[in-house]
C-alpha cells in the first residue's frame, strides 16, 4: 500500500506515522509512505497514480485540505481520501470532494487499523488490468502481469510474455512507454526496452536475467537505478529471491558492492569467488593508489584491505579512504600479530580477518559488518556538511539548511553514491519512480534550486557537479 500524509503539526505525523509502523508490524504487511508538512509541497510532488490512501489535515497554512483535495481530484480520481482533523465541522464539505473517511484526532488505534485492513482488501481484489494492442496476429489483450519485456527493433515492438508468447507489432516504444511505466514495476533499463521488474530472475552488471532465460540489455547510465529499483521491489512485494550463478540465494536488499584490494592476484581471486558465490559484486586493487582512485569514482559498501600492500601500507591507505567517504573497512591480512589487529581497529577498520580464516567464517563476518554498519548508519557527513537520516535535516558547516523533501531525497541519494554521474532520467526515476517522463522540467528547476542553496551555504566548495551533455553528481570535499 502506498500512503501520503500531508500534515503542518509535527507531532500528529509523528504519531501517524508511528501508528503505520505498528500496522506494518502486526499484520506484516509493507507500506510506503510519504510525509509533507504542507498541501503546496504536496501538490507539485503530485502526478497522479502514486498513491492509494492520502492522510489530509484540513486546517493547514495556505491551502487548505479541502482546496488541495479539489486539485488532487483532478489529478487522480481513484485514490482513497481520508481527512483528519480536531473538529468535526468540515465531515459534510469533505464528502463533496469524494473523501473515503473523517478522522478525528487523537486517531483511534483500532479504527485507523480497520480501515487499513479495509483498504487493504479493496486493493488485493482489483480486477487485473491489462492493454490492447494491435499486433500482427489480430487484436489482443496483455495483462499487465504477465508481461515479461518490451524490445523495440526499428519500427516493429515485441511483446515478450512470461510464457514464452511473442506478440508483435508495428509501432514504436513511445507509443506503449508512457502506459507502462506509469505502473508500479515497469521500467526502463535501455532506450529500445522495458521490463517488468517481477519477471526478473538475477541482475548482472550490463543485463538482468528474466525468469524464462532471455538476457535484456541494460545501459551503463542505468545499471545503478536498476538494481536499486529491483532490490526496492523485492523488498516491497515479499516475492523471491535473486540467484547467483552457484544457485546460492543472494542477498534480499541489495547487490553490495566491495572493493578487494590486494597485490596477490592468486588469493585475491579466492576471495573474489566466495563474495561472488553470495552474490557480490567485486572491484579489485592492487596497491593503495588504485584503491582511493576506485573509491572516488564509484561508491561501494565494503573494502577488504591488505595490510601488506605495494607503497603506502594498509593502515594508512585506510584513513585516507575515510577521508573520502564513509564506507566500513575490513582487513584482511596474513598477519596475525595482536598489535597489528590492534593498529587496524586504531586505523579505522572495523575488523580484522586474518587470511587463515575459512571460508564460511569470511563470509559471515563481511556480512555481519556491513548489515550491522548499514543498519547503524543515521547521518552522512562530508566535510562541511552533515545529512541526518533520522530527523532528515542537513546542517552545513553546523547551520541547519532547509531543503524540501525532494531536495533532501536528491541529495541523500547523490551523497551515497559519490561521483557517480546520474542523468536527469536517473533523478526523475529514482523520485517520482514510474510516473511518465516530463522531458526534464522537475529535475532542472530541483536540481537549480538545490544547487544554489548548497553553493550559497558553502562557497568554498561545489558540491553537485553538472557533466555537461550526460547530468549531475556529488563531489565530496578534498581532505
Known amino acids: 500500500m502506498r500512503i501520503a500524509v500531508c500534515d503542518d503539526d509535527e507531532r500528529e505525523v509523528s504519531r501517524i506515522g508511528k501508528l503505520i509502523t505498528e500496522y506494518q508490524i502486526s499484520r506484516e504487511e509493507f507500506i510506503e509512505c510519504h510525509y509533507f508538512t504542507n498541501s503546496i509541497d504536496f501538490l507539485c510532488e503530485l502526478k497522479g497514480g502514486e498513491y492509494d490512501l492520502v492522510l489530509m489535515d484540513i ?14 481530484r483532478e489529478l487522480d480520481k481513484n485514490v482513497r481520501l481520508i481527512f483528519v482533523s480536531a473538529s468535526p465541522e468540515f465531515a459534510v464539505e469533505s464528502y463533496s470532494v469524494g473523501a473515503y473517511y473523517y478522522l478525528l484526532k487523537p486517531i483511534d488505534t483500532d479504527s485507523f487499523f480497520a480501515l487499513l485492513d479495509k483498504i487493504g482488501g479493496e486493493l488485493s481484489v482489483q480486477v487485473e488490468q491489462g492493454f490492447i494492442v494491435k499486433s500482427r496476429e489480430g487484436i489482443v489483450r496483455i495483462a499487465f502481469s504477465s508481461l515479461a519485456y518490451v524490445e523495440v527493433i526499428n519500427k516493429t515492438v515485441f511483446f515478450h510474455l512470461a510464457d514464452g508468447v511473442v506478440h508483435e507489432a508495428t509501432a514504436t516504444l513511445a507509443d506503449f512507454e508512457e502506459k507502462l511505466l506509469s505502473r508500479p514495476g515497469f521500467l526502463k533499463t535501455h532506450r529500445s526496452y522495458l521490463v517488468n521488474l517481477g519477471c526478473i530472475q538475477a541482475i548482472d552488471i550490463n543485463c538482468v536475467i528474466m525468469k524464462n532465460g532471455n538476457s535484456v540489455p541494460v545501459s551503463r547510465q542505468r545499471r545503478s537505478q536498476v538494481q536499486d529499483a529491483y532490490m526496492d521491489f523485492l523488498r516491497k512485494s515479499g516475492t523471491g529471491e ?44 592492487a596497491n593503495g593508489e588504485e584503491a582511493l582512485r576506485l573509491v572516488a569514482d564509484a561508491p561501494c559498501d565494503c573494502v577488504l ?92 558547516d553546523e547551520k541547519e539548511l532547509i531543503l524540501t523533501p525532494v531536495e533532501f531525497d536528491i541529495l541523500c541519494h547523490f551523497s551515497e553514491h559519490p561521483g557517480q554521474i546520474f542523468t536527469p532520467e536517473d533523478i526523475y526515476g529514482m523520485i ?23 553553493e550559497k551555504a558553502w562557497e568554498e566548495h561545489r558540491f553537485i557537479e553538472t557533466i555537461w551533455g550526460q547530468g549531475y553528481r556529488f563531489v565530496p570535499p578534498k581532505q
Open 59 to 72: 486546517l493547514m497554512p495556505g491551502t487548505n485540505g479541502i482546496k488541495a483535495a479539489q486539485e488532487i
Open 242 to 285: 535473486l540467484v547467483s550463478d552457484s544457485g546460492k540465494p543472494e542477498r534480499p536488499d541489495g547487490l553490495w558492492r566491495i572493493l578487494l584490494v590486494d597485490d596477490e592476484p592468486a588469493e585475491s581471486a579466492v576471495w573474489a569467488d566466495i563474495l561472488q558465490s553470495h552474490g557480490c559484486i567485486v572491484q579489485m586493487a
Open 305 to 396: 584491505l591488505d595490510v601488506m600492500i605495494p607503497g603506502e601500507d594498509g593502515f594508512s591507505i585506510c584513513e585516507r579512504i575515510h577521508k573520502i567517504m564513509d564506507v566500513p573497512i575490513i582487513f584482511l591480512s596474513c598477519l596475525t600479530e595482536p598489535d597489528k589487529q590492534v593498529e587496524g581497529f586504531e586505523a579505522g577498520g572495523i575488523d580484522y580477518i586474518t587470511k587463515d580464516t575459512p571460508a564460511e567464517l569470511f563470509w559471515a563476518k563481511v556480512e555481519t559488518r556491513i548489515r550491522l554498519t548499514m543498519s547503524e548508519r543515521t547521518q552522512l557527513r562530508f566535510g562541511p556538511l552533515l545529512l541526518d537520516l533520522t530527523k532528515r535535516r542537513l546542517l552545513m
Open 432 to 454: 517520482w519512480g514510474g510516473q511518465p517522463w516530463d522531458g526534464g522540467q522537475q529535475v532542472q528547476m530541483h536540481m537549480s534550486r538545490l544547487r544554489r542553496k548548497l
